[in-house]
């Protein structure tokens, strides 16, 4: 069983940055892959980064690429997102997620099974 905690979100204003880190405990973290994913009032949760192989692969929803960046270091347990030139589009609940690695689709990539409480993004204009 894996936890996940989130911490780093808050208020900003549009343009400016923030950095969401999430740290895991458990055992089999080691053999995660892990993101982020975020749900707006009345919107579907949306992926907005995974990482596997400890960061060697990436994967960013088109929305945020080129502004958000994931990382992951194993050393501390921890995955960040690093969130730049935010948004008022980007306000949300964002969650860290954990899971196995899988082919799926015709690509290695993050089956989700852990979740965290989630902490809030809010972008303002």
């Known amino acids: 069983q894996v936890q996940l905690v989130e911490s780093g979100g808050g208020s900003v204003q549009a343009g400016g940055s923030l950095r969401l880190s999430c740290a895991a405990s458990?055992?089999?973290?080691?053999?995660?892959?892990m993101g982020w994913f975020r749900q707006a009032p009345g919107k579907e949760r949306e992926r907005v980064a995974v990482t596997l192989y400890y960061g060697s692969t990436t994967y960013y929803s088109d929305s945020v690429k080129g502004r958000f960046t994931i990382s992951q270091d194993n050393a501390k347990n921890t995955v960040d997102l690093q969130m730049n030139s935010l948004k008022p589009e980007d306000t949300a609940m964002y969650h860290c997620?954990?899971?196995?690695?899988?082919?799926?689709?015709?690509?290695?990539?993050?089956?989700?099974?852990?979740w965290g409480q989630g902490t809030q993004v809010t972008v303002s204009s």
């Open positions: 458990g055992s089999g973290y080691s053999s995660l892959c």
């Open positions: 997620a954990a899971g196995s690695i899988q082919y799926v689709n015709g690509r290695w990539d993050c089956d989700t099974k852990y």
